[in-house]
């Protein structure tokens, strides 16, 4: 998978299943899944009032078909491959010399061209697109990535990574980090008010401000009161 990465392998693959978030394609055994955002204009599911269940009854037409795909995230721990179908339409040497242009720290604004779970698809000039990951869209928590954009806005983001031939972007790093801050206003020992905004098997995540959370660790909480 990582060799079909770096050679820009173009295959025609079955479309096996769908979920609202996309498709689900089967690749020498292995099951993989293709974003609605990784599919070519043609294919995507125009629904103005963004209704997942008819988002959900147009990917469905496209299974059992075949597609042209690519494969450009592969990660081994979690058994997990992402397709892409725009990837497909464009040659190796073509994206390369795009690639090219683009240098770690540069500062860059593109469109958003998709949300899903795990970050935000960007497309910058010449075609090329990136993605941020969750963990660089906010200094703060990001459960939902849909509530930070939405297709088709103008963004600015910085380039923290190019790496065969994928770009990878951060939106926070264009923010101040709440944390420089921080750090200069609180030490041990202080008592602050904050807000829970999450729990998890470990405690509460606490927030004492926009951007900096710490968590209170269950065995902290006194008793089950508490």
């Given at each position: 998978?990582?060799?079909?990465?770096?050679?820009?392998?173009?295959?025609?693959?079955?479309?096996?299943?769908?979920?609202?978030?996309?498709?689900?394609?089967?690749?020498?055994?292995?099951?993989?899944?293709?974003?609605?955002?990784?599919?070519?204009?043609?294919?995507?599911?125009?629904?103005?009032?963004?209704?997942?269940?008819?988002i959900l009854r147009e990917l469905k037409k496209l299974i059992g078909k075949r597609i042209s795909v690519s494969i450009i995230s592969a990660i081994p721990k979690e058994g997990k491959l992402i397709f892409s179908e725009k990837d497909g339409g464009s040659s190796k040497e073509t994206k390369e010399v795009?690639?090219?242009?683009?240098?770690?720290?540069?500062?860059?604004?593109?469109?958003?061209?998709?949300?899903?779970?795990?970050?935000?698809?960007?497309?910058?000039?010449?075609?090329?697109?990136?993605?941020?990951?969750?963990?660089?869209?906010?200094?703060?928590?990001?459960?939902?990535?849909?509530?930070?954009?939405?297709?088709?806005?103008?963004?600015?983001?910085?380039?923290?990574?190019?790496?065969?031939?994928?770009?990878?972007?951060?939106?926070?790093?264009?923010?101040?980090?709440?944390?420089?801050?921080?750090?200069?206003?609180?030490?041990?020992?202080?008592?602050?008010?904050?807000?829970?905004?999450?729990?998890?098997?470990?405690?509460?995540?606490?927030?004492?401000?926009?951007?900096?959370?710490?968590?209170?660790?269950?065995?902290?909480?006194?008793?089950?009161?508490?």
């Open positions: 998978a990582e060799q079909a990465i770096k050679d820009k392998r173009i295959m025609d693959l079955v479309v096996k299943d769908a979920n609202k978030g996309g498709l689900i394609i089967e690749w020498q055994g292995m099951s993989g899944f293709l974003p609605a955002s990784q599919l070519k204009e043609d294919k995507y599911p125009r629904i103005e009032d963004g209704d997942k269940d008819k795009a690639m090219g242009t683009y240098s770690v720290g540069d500062e860059v604004e593109g469109t958003v061209t998709g949300v899903v779970e795990f970050g935000i698809f960007i497309k910058l000039s010449d075609g090329v697109e990136g993605l941020v990951h969750k963990s660089e869209i906010d200094w703060g928590l990001v459960e939902d990535t849909k509530a930070h954009a939405r297709v088709g806005d103008k963004v600015k983001a910085k380039i923290i990574e190019v790496k065969d031939n994928k770009i990878s972007l951060s939106l926070k790093a264009l923010k101040e980090n709440p944390w420089k801050e921080a750090a200069k206003k609180y030490k041990k020992g202080d008592e602050v008010a904050g807000v829970v905004i999450k729990f998890n098997k470990h405690g509460a995540l606490v927030s004492i401000e926009e951007g900096v959370a710490g968590l209170v660790h269950v065995s902290d909480f006194g008793d089950e009161a508490k």
